[in-house]
């Protein structure tokens, strides 16, 4: 059996509210995975190897130990229901979207919050560390956002997974199996089905073959589960198909779940491929944490 990648769950941190709510989802996570939490905070403006002003130095040093010290408060607090939890730290002096992305080859997963505090002000829009580890990390990435309560509201709630049977999709299967599982709660499997008929929500049944592409979606989609849920038979599976917009509809279904995750990219034999534009479209506007999982 395989080890663990070394640092297990790894969470970039810069004191911003959206990093203090992914050290809350990351520890709460590295603790029922039981693998360890390392905190990553990058100073990304080092100084060059010339310049003595001591003083900047010190106020550098100071407030990345402020940071980290903050994050290790917040992830203790966050894990003390599900027992000790190694929690490690690190600082970088270097560019923090590069580092953390090479970082991902020695993690099982990365968090970040939607944006830092150099972020874009509009609420949409995911910072640009966010949003190079969507697109280069080497590991899946979970991306959490501060708006709402992690825990409370929808601890019963149940995973929800973007299903389209591409690799990255396989992947993002594999990953919100574990993930309902290690909650003890459900998950609702989504596959959109995009078909020319579909304006909108209305749907033109003059097709006499849409009842047998119908079934065979569904018992594709079917297949696609069968293994999985021998596996994890514990975790109750809720199988959804839906016609049109798969951003749409997956950013509907989030609303009742408390986790989504998607594929990276996708394509194969279920049509509804989540494409890179989808799986953008759900992280920039999914209110719930959601985890890009990574199809190599």
Not at 3 to 25: E, N
Not at 102 to 120: C, F, N, P, Q
Request: charged share 20%.
């Amino acid at each position: 059996m395989s080890q663990p990648p070394r640092r297990g769950m790894l969470v970039g941190v810069d004191g911003s509210a959206a990093a203090l709510a992914a050290v809350r989802w990351a520890a709460h996570d590295a603790a029922l995975r039981n693998v360890p939490l390392t905190l990553i905070h990058v100073v990304d403006a080092p100084l060059p190897e010339w310049f003595e002003a001591a003083s900047f130095r010190q106020s550098q040093e100071k407030r990345a130990r402020d940071v980290i010290e903050a994050a290790i408060k917040v992830a203790e607090e966050s894990a003390g229901g599900c027992g000790a939890l190694p929690i490690d730290s690190e600082v970088f002096h270097s560019a923090a979207a590069t580092t953390l992305v090479d970082l991902t080859a020695e993690a099982e997963m990365v968090v970040v919050g939607s944006r830092g505090r150099g972020g874009a002000t509009a609420r949409v829009f995911l910072g640009s560390v966010s949003s190079a580890l969507v697109y280069h990390a080497h590991c899946p990435v979970a991306v959490i956002h501060d708006e709402e309560p992690l825990v409370t509201k929808v601890a019963r709630a149940p995973v929800l997974v973007g299903i389209d049977g591409s690799p990255a999709s396989q992947a993002a299967t594999a990953i919100a199996f574990e993930e309902a599982s290690l909650r003890g709660v459900g998950l609702m499997a989504l596959h959109v089905w995009p078909d020319p008929r579909v304006s909108g929500s209305k749907v033109s049944y003059q097709d006499s073959q849409w009842d047998a592409r119908l079934a065979e979606e569904e018992e594709t989609l079917a297949e696609r589960l069968a293994g999985w849920h021998e596996r994890y038979p514990e975790v109750g599976i809720r199988r959804r198909i839906e016609v049109g917009d798969p951003a749409r509809w997956l950013i509907e279904a989030s609303e009742r779940a408390q986790l989504l995750v998607v594929g990276s990219h996708g394509c194969g034999r279920l049509r509804g491929a989540l494409l890179g534009s989808v799986g953008a479209a759900v992280v920039n506007r999914a209110k719930i944490p959601v985890i890009v999982a990574r199809g190599f």
